[in-house]
């Protein structure tokens, strides 16, 4: 067999700055679709926060106060009764109904933490998505007749100071005159005026005394709102 001569080929060299546009466009597909999962992932959130936020059918309005922009828990180290130390964003995961009283708890305290009660047990079945949560700021002494009204309620001593830096009440009022609620991400995002009744108000029976029904019926309509708008991404449970 004869011998052929032997055939080369010839390929040019790539260009620099076509490679590196290559890369760029590879970079922004990249991210585009990293984008497009994310956006996937938080659309449920986005919408029921958009349900709640702006649409208002009705000409609704709130009984709560929105609080915008959120204010994410901080890294705040509590302390259980019993001394057991508890980072407060280990919280996160469930809504949170809270309340913020010395630990000497006065008869406004006490009426607080009733209605704190009484509104999550009104939720029904909803409300193993809501956690009650009372804030003491001191170190003062609670009292045993408390404890058995608190068995399903979380107790955590926090630095009043670093506390007044996260949840902050209306010009004009304490701390104590609110309760506070916090999504299931950690976000401080509706205060509530402490449901008071007038000295001249008709009592309710079962009802301790000084405690505007009316005013608690609004509050616990709010929260049944927002329960219902994170429905589809929210479960009971962290």
């Given at each position: 067999m004869a011998d052929e001569p032997l055939g080369l080929t010839v390929h040019s060299l790539p260009v620099p700055q076509e490679a590196l546009a290559g890369d760029a466009q590879r970079t922004v597909r990249g991210r585009v679709r990293m984008f497009a999962v994310l956006l996937v992932c938080a659309a449920p959130v986005i919408a029921s926060y958009f349900t709640y936020y702006v649409i208002r059918p009705e000409g609704r309005r709130n009984h709560g106060e929105l609080v915008e922009p959120q204010r994410p828990v901080p890294q705040l180290a509590a302390q259980a009764l019993d001394g057991k130390p508890v980072p407060l964003p280990s919280l996160k995961g469930q809504w949170l109904l809270v309340s913020v009283a010395s630990g000497d708890c006065?008869?406004?305290?006490?009426?607080?933490?009733?209605?704190?009660?009484q509104l999550r047990e009104g939720l029904g079945k909803e409300k193993d998505r809501l956690d009650r949560i009372w804030l003491v700021p001191d170190a003062r002494p609670i009292r045993e007749a408390l404890l058995p009204a608190l068995?399903?309620?979380?107790?955590?001593?926090?630095?009043?100071?670093?506390?007044?830096?996260?949840?902050?009440?209306?010009?004009?009022h304490q701390l104590t005159d609110h309760l506070y609620?916090?999504?299931?991400?950690?976000?401080?995002?509706?205060?509530?005026?402490?449901?008071?009744?007038?000295?001249?108000?008709?009592a309710v029976p079962g009802v301790p005394q000084g405690i505007d029904t009316v005013a608690a019926a609004k509050t616990k309509r709010d929260i049944e709102r927002v329960l219902r708008a994170s429905a589809s991404w929210d479960r009971a449970g962290r």
């Open positions: 006065d008869a406004a305290c006490e009426r607080n933490l009733y209605v704190q009660r068995a399903q309620a979380t107790v955590l001593r926090v630095n009043g100071e670093q506390l007044s830096q996260w949840l902050q009440p209306a010009p004009g609620l916090v999504d299931p991400m950690g976000n401080w995002m509706m205060r509530f005026p402490v449901p008071v009744a007038q000295p001249d108000a008709a």
